[in-house]
Protein backbone atom coordinates (compact mmCIF):
# COMPACT_ATOMS: atom_id res chain seq x y z
CA UNK A 1 0.00 0.00 0.00
CA UNK A 2 0.92 3.50 -0.51
CA UNK A 3 0.23 6.74 1.14
CA UNK A 4 -0.43 9.44 -0.97
CA UNK A 5 -0.56 13.72 -0.10
CA UNK A 6 -2.20 15.72 -2.69
CA UNK A 7 -1.53 19.28 -2.15
CA UNK A 8 -1.77 23.02 -4.43
CA UNK A 9 -5.52 23.38 -4.84
CA UNK A 10 -6.81 26.98 -4.09
CA UNK A 11 -8.90 29.44 -5.58
CA UNK A 12 -8.10 30.71 -9.37
CA UNK A 13 -9.28 32.84 -12.03
CA UNK A 14 -10.49 31.30 -15.40
CA UNK A 15 -7.85 31.51 -17.61
CA UNK A 16 -5.14 31.33 -14.80
CA UNK A 17 -2.65 28.24 -14.09
CA UNK A 18 -2.13 25.91 -11.41
CA UNK A 19 0.14 22.95 -10.52
CA UNK A 20 -0.92 19.96 -7.89
CA UNK A 21 1.56 17.94 -6.24
CA UNK A 22 0.55 14.82 -5.11
CA UNK A 23 4.08 13.23 -2.48
CA UNK A 24 3.87 9.64 -2.32
CA UNK A 25 5.16 7.45 0.77
CA UNK A 26 5.03 3.29 0.97
CA UNK A 27 5.84 1.01 -1.03
CA UNK A 28 8.05 1.83 -4.14
CA UNK A 29 6.58 4.45 -6.02
CA UNK A 30 8.73 4.24 -9.25
CA UNK A 31 6.72 0.79 -10.05
CA UNK A 32 3.68 1.94 -10.00
CA UNK A 33 1.65 4.16 -12.78
CA UNK A 34 0.07 7.15 -11.00
CA UNK A 35 -2.88 9.30 -12.32
CA UNK A 36 -5.30 12.16 -10.98
CA UNK A 37 -8.59 12.04 -10.27
CA UNK A 38 -11.19 14.86 -10.21
CA UNK A 39 -14.90 14.85 -8.55
CA UNK A 40 -17.10 18.04 -8.95
CA UNK A 41 -19.94 18.62 -6.97
CA UNK A 42 -22.74 16.35 -7.52
CA UNK A 43 -20.81 14.36 -9.94
CA UNK A 44 -19.40 11.05 -9.73
CA UNK A 45 -15.31 10.96 -9.76
CA UNK A 46 -13.91 10.89 -13.17
CA UNK A 47 -10.39 10.05 -14.17
CA UNK A 48 -8.45 13.28 -15.39
CA UNK A 49 -4.31 12.23 -16.55
CA UNK A 50 -2.30 9.38 -16.11
CA UNK A 51 1.65 8.74 -16.50
CA UNK A 52 3.15 5.41 -16.25
CA UNK A 53 5.61 3.63 -14.21
CA UNK A 54 8.75 4.96 -16.51
CA UNK A 55 7.32 7.98 -17.75
CA UNK A 56 7.04 7.02 -21.28
CA UNK A 57 3.37 6.96 -21.45
CA UNK A 58 0.79 9.37 -20.69
CA UNK A 59 -3.03 9.83 -20.89
CA UNK A 60 -5.59 12.16 -20.75
CA UNK A 61 -8.98 12.96 -20.54
CA UNK A 62 -10.37 14.51 -23.64
CA UNK A 63 -12.22 17.43 -21.42
CA UNK A 64 -8.41 18.48 -19.98
CA UNK A 65 -6.12 17.06 -23.02
CA UNK A 66 -3.92 20.12 -24.37
CA UNK A 67 -4.54 21.92 -21.06
CA UNK A 68 -2.77 19.41 -17.92
CA UNK A 69 -0.01 17.38 -18.17
CA UNK A 70 0.82 14.97 -15.67
CA UNK A 71 4.34 14.59 -14.98
CA UNK A 72 6.52 12.53 -11.74
CA UNK A 73 9.34 12.86 -10.31
CA UNK A 74 11.23 8.91 -9.51
CA UNK A 75 13.78 9.94 -6.94
CA UNK A 76 11.45 12.26 -4.65
CA UNK A 77 8.29 10.29 -5.14
CA UNK A 78 6.27 12.88 -6.23
CA UNK A 79 3.54 13.25 -9.32
CA UNK A 80 2.55 16.51 -10.62
CA UNK A 81 -0.55 17.55 -12.68
CA UNK A 82 0.12 21.37 -14.37
CA UNK A 83 -2.88 23.06 -14.97
CA UNK A 84 -3.11 25.76 -17.50
CA UNK A 85 -6.24 27.46 -18.98
CA UNK A 86 -8.44 26.77 -16.15
CA UNK A 87 -12.16 27.07 -17.17
CA UNK A 88 -14.79 27.17 -14.01
CA UNK A 89 -15.76 23.32 -15.11
CA UNK A 90 -12.24 22.04 -13.86
CA UNK A 91 -13.73 23.47 -10.16
CA UNK A 92 -13.93 20.28 -8.34
CA UNK A 93 -11.81 18.15 -5.92
CA UNK A 94 -8.89 16.54 -7.39
CA UNK A 95 -6.98 13.21 -6.04
CA UNK A 96 -3.84 11.39 -6.70
CA UNK A 97 -4.25 7.47 -7.23
CA UNK A 98 -1.93 4.63 -7.38
CA UNK A 99 -2.02 1.89 -10.04
CA UNK A 100 -2.95 -1.86 -7.76
CA UNK A 101 -0.30 -3.63 -10.31
CA UNK A 102 3.52 -2.58 -10.93
CA UNK A 103 4.49 -1.70 -14.24
CA UNK A 104 1.44 -0.55 -15.52
CA UNK A 105 0.75 1.36 -18.58
CA UNK A 106 -1.09 4.98 -18.29
CA UNK A 107 -4.19 3.65 -20.25
CA UNK A 108 -4.60 0.86 -17.25
CA UNK A 109 -5.16 3.92 -15.01
CA UNK A 110 -7.81 5.43 -17.65
CA UNK A 111 -9.95 2.45 -17.20
CA UNK A 112 -10.27 2.71 -13.67
CA UNK A 113 -7.40 0.59 -12.17
CA UNK A 114 -6.74 2.31 -8.86
CA UNK A 115 -5.55 0.54 -5.48
CA UNK A 116 -4.66 3.87 -3.34
CA UNK A 117 -6.01 7.13 -3.11
CA UNK A 118 -4.99 10.40 -1.62
CA UNK A 119 -7.47 12.43 0.21
CA UNK A 120 -7.84 14.93 -2.14
CA UNK A 121 -7.65 18.82 -2.77
CA UNK A 122 -9.43 21.58 -3.78
CA UNK A 123 -9.36 23.48 -6.63
CA UNK A 124 -12.18 26.07 -7.50
CA UNK A 125 -12.32 28.25 -10.61
CA UNK A 126 -13.80 31.38 -10.66
CA UNK A 127 -15.20 32.96 -14.01
Known amino acids: QVQLEESGGRLVQAGGSLRLTCAASGRTFSKYAMAWFRQAPGKERAFVGS????????YYADSVKGRFTISRDNVNNTVYLQMNSLKPEDTAVYYCAADLMPWGTAQNMARGRVNDWGKGTLVTVSS
Open 51 to 58: ISWDKRST
